[in-house]
């Protein structure tokens, strides 16, 4: 499916009409994270049903609405759930919240993600924010940008060296160490899923130069640094990656929501933060 600037300027509409507000931060919430949408005040909920072209998550832990409220002092819309190519959805559909939220006004996208630990000294319930990507879905032909561009949104070729930005970077750890939070810094591969990765992937992952690996987030951020947004990315660490086939264990997606609860205090600390400074 493809969409025009009209799909996205009907969604942007609808939800400036319910929530009356105007969102300066977008919040892209992943796997088991989506209760920190919980913690926004004087908030405006909207089903993605009621959204017109938005795509539907149909991954348990994503509740699948959008939320609009303040957090510290910052009007915030935030995606509690999001849509995931390996759900059968177009890069353009996954992507459409990140053009929305773009014509809402936002500056700054703040991305989080259930992830599995390649790097080996991660454990299960750390933090990373992600300073680069591996994109291994874009690199073999599924990049959001595909088609047609639109000069009035931003470049033919956008250039992708800075895409995670050095200062909010810089404020999530300074956050970290007044909260006594421990928060690693890496690099984050992208693949289709939905099966996690066999053993030799994870070698093959973690040789390359990649720190976590999850399902999502680089389409995002591909969209919102074509359009010159600002991002900052968390990797939650929710399982070590397994890369021994004679091991008994198995990873899991009860295993991945359960994680994801003991880590969201952390990120709503980081998250709360970080939004102060900005």
């Avoid at 991954?59 to 935030?78: D, P, Y």
């Avoid at 973690?206 to 010159?228: F, Q, W």
């Avoid at 991002?231 to 198995?250: G, H, K, R």
Wanted: with cysteine.
């Amino acid at each position: 499916m493809s969409y025009t600037k009209q799909d996205y300027e009907n969604a942007a509409a609808h939800i400036r009409e319910r929530s009356g507000k105007q969102p300066a931060i977008g919040l892209v919430l992943g796997s088991g994270l989506g209760a920190l949408a919980d913690t926004l005040e004087d908030q405006v909920a909207i089903s993605y049903d009621a959204l017109p072209g938005w795509p539907k998550s149909t991954v348990v832990g994503h509740s699948g609405q959008l939320v609009v409220g303040i957090l510290e002092g910052k009007v915030v819309v935030a995606q509690q759930g999001r849509a995931h190519f390996y759900e059968g959805y177009t890069q353009q559909q996954v992507t459409f919240p990140i053009r929305v939220m773009h014509l809402l006004g936002i500056g700054t996208l703040i991305l989080t993600n259930a992830a599995g630990g390649l790097n080996k000294s991660f454990k299960a319930g750390d933090i990373m924010v992600i300073n680069d990507h591996i994109n291994l879905v874009g690199l073999v032909g599924h990049n959001p940008l595909r088609g047609p561009n639109d000069d009035s949104i931003g470049p033919r070729f956008p250039g992708m060296v800075h895409t995670y930005d050095r200062e909010l970077r810089q404020l999530a750890h300074q956050v970290a160490d007044e909260n006594g939070i421990l928060l690693h810094e890496g690099v984050y591969t992208c693949i289709s899923g939905p099966t996690f990765e066999t053993p030799a992937e994870i070698r093959m992952l973690r040789m390359i130069g990649g720190d976590t690996v999850g399902m999502s987030t680089a389409h995002e951020v591909i969209v919102a640094r074509h359009a010159g947004i600002r991002v900052l990315a968390f990797s939650s660490i929710t399982n070590v990656a397994i890369d021994n086939v004679d091991i008994q264990a198995e990873t899991n997606h009860e295993e991945v929501l359960e994680a994801g609860k003991t880590i969201v205090p952390k990120l709503t600390t980081l998250l709360k933060g970080v939004l102060r400074a900005i």
